[in-house]
């Protein structure tokens, strides 16, 4: 595994045709030898169809949520094992959307989070403020609240597995990026408030950036000492544009 990870998350876009043009747009402009992983996260119906383009190949996939528990009676949901049947090596636990759409709290993420280890994916951790969070300067203190849900459920050690992403809720699909330093500062404190529960974690732990990240901002946010790669949105959704974006780090 690499320090740098550059991911795509689709959301809830996708037909055949475009996953099988797009994933093979990807491996024809990327590399094994590049510094930078690279993973996607396309909606389950195409997890299959993922499966089959990039089995044996240096690309990653994963899902973009999943239930916390093993199996049963939960019409419409998948669990960690599926996604592990489905070939997936990651999953994302708490993206914005699914907190603020399908009201998942900071519990429900922690124990999505530990289902996902519990399966064997790497859980993809998103955290970050809204707008209004911000404004009162409430940005740490609730980056802070949503780590600590999660390390109360499963401890610092179980982040040897797991990625972190710092997604801003304003910078998400708005156009709107943080500048690098607003980034680097909450990755910082990031890293910071892993280290003080231990440095060897801290020290590995992958930070990403996720929201609006482009071609032409790439390269400055991942310039930063403690972005280590970022979660793409939009801007994953053709190969032309997730390319450039994987060759400002890559
Ligand atoms: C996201 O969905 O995680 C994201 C960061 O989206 P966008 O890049 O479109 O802002």
């Given at each position: 595994?690499?320090?740098?990870?550059?991911?795509?998350?689709?959301?809830?876009?996708?037909?055949?045709?475009?996953?099988?043009?797009?994933?093979?747009?990807?491996?024809?402009?990327?590399?094994?030898?590049?510094?930078?992983?690279?993973?996607?996260?396309?909606?389950?119906?195409?997890?299959?169809?993922?499966?089959?383009?990039?089995?044996?190949?240096?690309?990653?996939?994963?899902?973009?949520?999943?239930?916390?528990?093993?199996?049963?009676?939960?019409?419409?949901?998948?669990?960690?094992?599926?996604?592990?049947?489905?070939?997936?090596?990651?999953?994302?636990?708490g993206h914005s959307?699914?907190?603020?759409?399908?009201?998942?709290?900071?519990?429900?993420?922690?124990?999505?989070?530990?289902?996902?280890?519990?399966?064997?994916?790497?859980?993809?951790?998103c955290v970050g403020?809204?707008?209004?969070?911000?404004?009162?300067?409430?940005?740490?203190?609730?980056?802070?609240?949503?780590?600590?849900?999660?390390?109360?459920?499963?401890?610092?050690?179980?982040?040897?597995?797991?990625?972190?992403a710092y997604e801003p809720v304003?910078a998400i699909?708005?156009?709107?990026?943080?500048?690098?330093?607003?980034?680097?500062?909450?990755?910082?404190?990031?890293?910071?408030?892993?280290?003080?529960?231990?440095?060897?974690?801290?020290?590995?732990?992958?930070?990403l950036y996720g929201g609006?990240?482009?071609?032409?901002?790439?390269?400055?946010?991942?310039?930063?000492?403690?972005?280590?790669?970022?979660l793409?949105g939009?801007?994953?959704?053709?190969?032309?544009?997730?390319?450039?974006?994987?060759?400002?780090?890559?």
């Amino acid at each position: 595994m690499r320090k740098i990870l550059v991911a795509g998350n689709w959301k809830m876009h996708g037909s055949k045709p475009m996953v099988r043009s797009l994933l093979e747009g990807l491996l024809a402009g990327s590399s094994a030898d590049a510094k930078a992983d690279l993973a996607v996260f396309p909606p389950f119906p195409y997890l299959s169809l993922t499966e089959s383009i990039l089995s044996g190949t240096h690309i990653r996939w994963g899902g973009q949520t999943l239930n916390p528990n093993a199996k049963g009676a939960h019409t419409g949901e998948t669990s960690g094992s599926m996604l592990v049947d489905m070939g997936c090596s990651y999953v994302l636990v708490g993206h914005s959307e699914r907190r603020s759409i399908y009201n998942e709290s900071d519990k429900d993420v922690a124990l999505r989070f530990k289902a996902a280890l519990d399966a064997g994916l790497q859980p993809v951790l998103c955290v970050g403020e809204t707008l209004e969070e911000r404004e009162e300067e409430q940005t740490e203190a609730v980056v802070a609240r949503q780590l600590d849900a999660v390390i109360t459920q499963v401890g610092i050690e179980a982040f040897a597995r797991a990625t972190v992403a710092y997604e801003p809720v304003w910078a998400i699909g708005t156009g709107l990026t943080a500048t690098p330093q607003q980034a680097q500062s909450v990755h910082a404190f990031i890293r910071d408030k892993m280290t003080a529960l231990n440095v060897i974690i801290a020290d590995q732990l992958r930070i990403l950036y996720g929201g609006s990240v482009k071609g032409s901002n790439a390269a400055e946010l991942f310039a930063q000492s403690d972005i280590d790669g970022g979660l793409v949105g939009g801007a994953s959704l053709t190969a032309e544009d997730f390319l450039a974006i994987y060759s400002a780090v890559a």
